[in-house]
T-cell receptor, first 112, second 113 residues
Framework: GENVEQHPSTLSVQEGDSAVIKCTYSDSASNYFPWYKQELGKGPQLIIDIRSNVGEKKDQRIAVTLNKTAKHFSLHITETQPEDSAVYFCAASIISASKIIFGSGTRLSIRP | EPEVTQTPSHQVTQMGQEVILRCVPISNHLYFYWYRQILGQKVEFLVSFYNNEISEKSEIFDDQFSVERPDGSNFTLKIRSTKLEDSAMYFC???????????FGQGTRLTVV
């Protein structure tokens, strides 16, 4: 089955700097890659997703890149702000399937 | 903005007891899911549900677990005889069409003592 690896497990960046979180997946059939943000005491919230027919997608300060050949994808957050502090999960799925597989999460801390 | 709601937010139960976790998915969604997250670990898939039947389930979802959509609006997860290792945060999610843009509830923290 699908396995998603995520690095780093913790990340601390200065406010205003960029943060990058990387993930790899094992199943070449996966074609949908969402990213979730989980704040303390809340459920995961979808922040951005990318499908395998594109290599990059951007939404304001957040961007995702996908390299299908290497089977890895990344989340980039620019101009980080204190409210970006949270746990971020990458995930992979086959669109026609009925489940997604999550990575292990990255705890992002923004230093003032 | 529509949201997935889960009750209770925290449930404490004795080992061996049955628990029912409740979820109200977003009203026009057709696909429903349960996930769990043991403290500090990744979110794990349990089961997906569509058209009043289970679409897929993980190895975690054994005979102790069951799901039901009893009244067209609620979606429940039942654990028949809880074990200590069932202690986790349980998340319900729903999506409009397959596994895209799934929305998660805030979770139910289950503590088995």
């Amino acid at each position: 089955g699908e396995n998603v690896e995520q690095h780093p497990s913790t990340l601390s960046v200065q406010e205003g700097d960029s943060a990058v979180i990387k993930c790899t997946y094992s199943d070449s059939a996966s074609n949908y890659f969402p990213w979730y943000k989980q704040e303390l005491g809340k459920g995961p919230q979808l922040i951005i997703d990318i499908r395998s027919n594109v290599g990059e997608k951007k939404d304001q300060r957040i961007a995702v890149t996908l390299n299908k050949t290497a089977k890895h994808f990344s989340l980039h957050i620019t101009e980080t702000q204190p409210e970006d502090s949270a746990v971020y999960f990458c995930a992979a799925s086959i669109i026609s399937a009925s489940k997604i597989i999550f990575g292990s999460g990255t705890r992002l801390s923004i230093r003032p | 903005e529509p949201e997935v709601t889960q009750t209770p937010s925290h449930q404490v139960t004795q080992m061996g007891q049955e628990v029912i976790l409740r979820c109200v998915p977003i009203s026009n969604h057709l696909y429903f899911y349960w996930y769990r997250q043991i403290l500090g670990q990744k979110v794990e898939f349990l089961v997906s549900f569509y058209n009043n039947e289970i679409s897929e389930k993980s190895e975690i979802f054994d005979d102790q677990f069951s799901v039901e959509r009893p009244d067209g609006s609620n979606f429940t997860l039942k654990i028949r005889s809880t074990k200590l290792e069932d202690s986790a945060m349980y998340f319900c999610a729903s999506s409009e069409a397959g596994w895209t843009e799934a929305f998660f509830g805030q979770g139910t923290r289950l503590t088995v003592v």
